[in-house]
């Protein structure tokens, strides 16, 4: 390989000068063909190395391959491929330890597969070979040709060769972490989708009303398009599991499911969020972000609270939605995603759109599918699965071992009115199932405002006779009220309406019931 008239100063120089540049090319890529391949291109440079390769062993394989090669055309690189102790190659791998074939013409164990030299007879070629070696085992070889003369002392390449080859060590060290890290993120992330498909099919979300069974059947036919779907029902319904059972039930279930709450950020926030932004837009745009549309392309995006958009923001909204084609924040290149769109609200859109809030158009636009998801009052009947449901999930998951309600507990929570849905009745039993200190759960270990619930299925208030005509008549006229302005959205002036009374009559029975109505 190298010249045989180097000597002394000038071979030192260009042995640091070699070290120095694949130092360098180490620290350059991550990519291991790319590393490889710049060790022997150095080598060649400064030391005038005519061939070289590096073979790596695949151990599942038990097979030695050239993985990068100078002076070796691709054809001659696949066929150098040896077993273990097979040639030279695969003695040294055996061994490992450097061999020199002083001529390769006389060398019968040189077996010249990959028949880059030509004739090997007529030509003075000498072939080193030495160990790549990581935490004592053999992973590989680096090898080289060179032209031989009496001058050359084999000893200093091997010694030169040993030096880069432990360096070569490093490199192949590093790409087998990054690959076992993606490895076991590509596993990892294989497990969490097949654990959410699980969660997400139909089987777990529970229900057998006939409301529910049309909202199954909704969602069955919608899934499979890419219709946009808006969700819509009172807080805890169950909105969200929808959400995600459309998309782990649609072609898309292998991509992405982004979820977007609009509700939680300030305008300026939601737009970069959302489509991204490109470096240098804005102060703190250190380097170009992807939004949650690039995020979802090919997937779904899961647009919470979209009744929470501000106008300006459903503008920039409708265009994305029409077309399909955003900018980032800043940037002027246009992007198109392949995205479906689900969108939920607890909010009365209609009456947004009504009062100007809520823009007629996006209304149109998002309102292609509609699902209303019921509140837990309009069906009692599936109280007692979910509360199964409940119980059995959370006992496994607290490793306790409760299975049911006693009969008084069942009294109370199916009278109960539920204002937070199917969420207030698991965060019940989750507590009731942490609490309770025998199979099956008690009164007792209810939250205070269930165990508290009269026949009316309305909390009864502290210090009232909970029985008498008087506390039941005042319970459910609370009741009426709060639900009333929840549905509403605190506008008083509607729920009057809606309750068959004056605004001036309401205000008053709420000056009554104070801490009623305090979202
Ligand atoms: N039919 C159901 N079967 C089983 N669990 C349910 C069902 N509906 C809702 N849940 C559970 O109740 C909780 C609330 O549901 P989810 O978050 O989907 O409600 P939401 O409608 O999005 O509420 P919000 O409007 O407050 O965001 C979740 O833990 C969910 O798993
Ligand atoms: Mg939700």
């Not at 540049?21 to 291109?41: G, M, P, Q, W």
């Not at 489509?275 to 837009?281: I, T």
């Not at 205070?448 to 909390?459: D, K, L, M, Y």
Request: hydrophobic letters at 40%; a neutral charge.
């Amino acid at each position: 390989m190298m010249d045989a008239n180097l000597t002394g100063l000038k071979r030192e120089l260009l042995e640091l000068t070699t070290l120095y540049e694949i130092s360098k090319a180490l620290n350059s890529s991550l990519n291991l063909e790319v590393t490889l391949k710049s060790i022997l291109d150095v080598l060649h440079k400064h030391m005038g190395m005519e061939r070289g390769t590096i073979a790596l062993l695949d151990e599942r394989a038990n097979e030695i391959s050239i993985q990068v090669a100078h002076g070796m055309p691709p054809e001659a690189m696949k066929r150098g491929k040896y077993k273990i102790g097979e040639g030279i190659t695969g003695k040294v791998v055996q061994a490992g330890e450097p061999i020199v074939v002083p001529n390769v013409g006389e060398e019968p164990l040189f077996l010249n597969k990959t028949k880059a030299r030509g004739d090997l007879s007529k030509k003075n070629i000498s072939f080193i070979c030495v160990p790549i070696k990581l935490e004592n085992k053999t992973v590989g070889t680096l090898s080289v040709d060179r032209l031989f003369s009496d001058s050359v002392s084999f000893e200093e390449d091997i010694r030169l060769l040993t030096i880069i080859s432990s360096m070569a060590a490093q490199a192949v060290k590093i790409s087998q972490m990054v690959q076992r890290e993606k490895e076991a993120l590509l596993d990892e992330n294989r497990m969490l989708r097949s654990e959410l498909q699980e969660k997400y099919r139909f089987e777990n979300i529970v229900g057998e009303s006939k409301k529910m069974q049309d909202v199954y059947h909704t969602v069955a036919v919608v899934a499979p398009t890419k219709g946009t779907v808006l969700l819509r029902g009172e807080s805890g319904t169950g909105k969200e599991l929808i959400a995600k059972a459309i998309h782990y039930n649609s072609t898309r279930k292998d991509k992405a499911f982004i979820k977007f709450s609009c509700a939680a950020l300030p305008e300026t926030l939601l737009e970069s969020e959302l489509f991204g932004y490109e470096k240098g837009a804005f102060t703190g745009a250190a380097s170009v972000k992807r939004g949650r549309f690039e995020a979802a392309d090919g997937g779904t995006i899961f647009l919470d609270e979209v009744g929470d958009m501000t106008l300006a923001m459903q503008v920039k909204f409708l265009r994305v939605l029409q077309e399909r084609e955003f900018e980032r924040v800043g940037g002027l290149e246009t992007l198109k995603v392949d995205v479906r769109l689900i969108a939920a609200t607890n909010k009365d859109l209609e009456a947004a759109v009504r009062e100007g809030k809520f823009r007629e158009d996006l209304y149109y636009r998002l309102n292609v599918l509609p699902i209303f998801l019921p509140p837990l009052r309009e069906r009692r009947e599936d109280i007692p699965l979910l509360v199964y449901h409940f119980i059995k999930k959370f006992s496994h998951e607290n490793q306790k071992d409760v299975s049911d309600l006693t009969k008084q507990a069942w009294e109370q929570v199916l009278n109960y009115q539920w204002p937070g849905n199917v969420r207030e009745l698991e965060n019940c039993m989750e507590r009731a199932v942490i609490v309770c200190q025998k199979n099956p759960i008690d009164v007792s270990d209810l939250p205070g405002p269930i165990q508290n619930v009269n026949t009316a299925g309305v909390p009864a208030q502290p210090g009232q006779n909970a029985g008498t005509l008087p506390a039941v008549v005042e319970a459910l006229e609370r009741q009426m009220i709060r639900d009333t302005l929840q549905k509403t959205d605190g506008n008083r002036r509607k729920a009057a309406q809606l309750l068959g009374i004056t605004e001036r009559i309401l205000g008053y029975k709420l000056k009554n019931y104070p801490g009623l109505y305090d979202n």
